[in-house]
């Protein structure tokens, strides 16, 4: 019992000012609940205007056509009623009491542009249809669902709104079937295609009615790598507004989910092998992304090995890259495309309504990672200064931020691999080299100097401890054994073959 309530009994003044408070509870309970019977009543008034047994649309079930037949009397009902508030039929109060909640916390002014707003969603399995169906439940008002494919069984399981009778059905269809009943004046635009280089600009372009609004926003749901490429592609040279989901498959850390730029997205399969893709056709950054830095670990699901008759069927293509998940069956918790999805749609819903942003910590990560890398090229320097003796004027360091953010969240789990310690994290060398740390190219003019550095070289460490190691095994020329214990060398060898490891899959 709360300590409130315990009081107020012990309380000899008790029973009067329970009366007191329940009498004022009894009529705002009474306000309350005759606002919600009028409700309730404008409601019902609202579907029972609706014939039950429309013989116009019960000829057209049988005929099919190009509208999506209705599948049971309460699809007929929710269509028709649907039709009637697309129209502008529908009361707009009803309207405003259902996003109340939005309204006061967007304000007026940030709900009317998130009803204004039209957003595409290209993928409606897993992520997309969660995404779908919070955006026409927080009042976006003009939906295009663009995915070539069907409702199967083994969808359910993580799919926002199909049932058992939506199997077989495309997937958008099912989500205008179901969103419709939730939010019927949401006014749908269904694709059942794939998207491709020949009908983006169609599919992707704008709403078509007199306004011909282009897109607020384009989501990216697709779990196809080539078809997420081309897409994310066509949005970057068409400037068009898109924010792509990475894979949730393999994942089960929810505090692991970020919103960053494509560029510092980790190493998980698709985001890797997306990111790989686009920086061939020269896009290295701009493209915010919703990701996992989540690692495969010991006791966790991994991606199932092919089949021999997919292998047999030849069109697999290069496996490292994982070109088409969807020949393997990826394991996926039910959990984790809902929160990809949803952290989507939040994404989208503060952008259009212009909410302010402020994904602290992946920013704040951003600034540690360039940190870091600035510490590796001062090293480096430092070191073949040492090594070499030359001069080490442009020399090149061959890592990238996404490098450093990898190291440092995948390998070290953000922490110092000597002490544990997580903060004030650089990296820095394990061993002295053996010869140069540096090789140059070419002479005069042309001279290029590169460090010999490589990701299974460098460990993770706090700034002290880093200075100090520099100070002892390079300069001092120590032997690690004088330095650390055989617990921390024998700990960071095996953490540095590991990282041999994914340097091989790059
Ligand atoms: C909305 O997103 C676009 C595209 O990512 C970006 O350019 C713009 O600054 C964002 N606007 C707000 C208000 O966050």
Known sequence: ????????????????????VLSGATAASLILGYQALEREERVSNLKNSIPRDDPALQRLNSFGGSIPAPLDKEDARNQQLARRAQRGDFDEELILEQLARNRVFLTDDGLEKLRNSF??????????????????????????????????????????????????ISKVQCLQRRLIAIAPWVKFDLQQEKIDGHVAPRLLG???????????????????????????????????????????GCKSDPTRIIVGDIGTSTDDGL??????????????????????????????????????????????????????????ILPVLGTMPAIFGLTV???VILNITGYPVDYLPAKGRDRMYDGIQAFIQGSEDKLARL?????????????????????VEELYNGRSAITGIPTKLVLVR?????????????????????????????????????????????????????????????????????????????
């Not at 290209?122 to 995915?147: E, F, N, P, Y």
């Not at 991606?303 to 070109?323: I, R």
């Not at 002479?443 to 706090?462: A, F, H, I, N, P």
């Not at 054994?481 to 073959?497: F, G, P, R, S």
């Open 206 to 248: 704008p709403w078509e009615d007199e306004d011909g609004r282009a897109p607020d926003f384009i989501i990216d749901a697709i779990d196809n790598i080539e078809t997420k490429v081309g897409l994310l592609k066509y949005c970057y040279d068409n400037d068009l507004p898109v924010i792509s989901s990475m894979g949730a």
């Open 119 to 168: 957003v595409i969603v290209v993928g409606c399995g897993g992520v997309g249809s969660h995404t779908a169906a919070s955006l026409a439940r927080s009042g976006v008002s003009k939906l295009r669902l663009i995915d070539f494919d069907q409702v199967t069984l083994s969808s359910l399981n993580r799919h926002a709104v199909a049932t058992l009778a939506d199997v077989g």
């Open 430 to 506: 394990w061993r002295r080299p053996k010869g140069s740390s540096m090789t140059v190219l070419g002479e005069g003019k042309d001279v290029q100097k590169c460090s010999t550095l490589r990701l299974s070289d460098l460990v993770c460490m706090t700034k002290e401890e880093a200075v100090r190691h520099e100070k002892e095994v390079f300069k001092g020329k120590k032997s690690l054994k004088k330095v650390y214990d055989t617990a921390t060398i024998e700990k960071v060898e095996a953490l540095l073959e590991e990282a041999k490891t994914y340097e091989e899959l790059r």
């Open 345 to 347: 749609a939040n994404h």
């Open 387 to 407: 090594t070499d003796g030359g001069d080490t004027v442009g020399l090149k360091v061959p890592l990238t931020v996404g490098d450093v953010a990898f190291l």
């Open 1 to 20: 019992m709360s300590s409130f309530i315990s009081d107020t009994i012990s309380n000899p003044r008790f029973p009067l000012f329970a009366t007191a």
């Open 271 to 328: 985001s890797r092998a997306t990111r790989r893709r686009l920086k061939l056709k020269g896009i290295t950054s701009g493209i915010p992304v919703v990701y996992s830095n989540e690692k495969t670990g010991e006791g966790k699901a991994e991606l199932l090995p092919l089949a021999d008759e997919e292998f047999q069927k030849g069109d697999v293509g290069d496996l490292a890259a994982m070109p088409d998940f969807r020949v393997r």
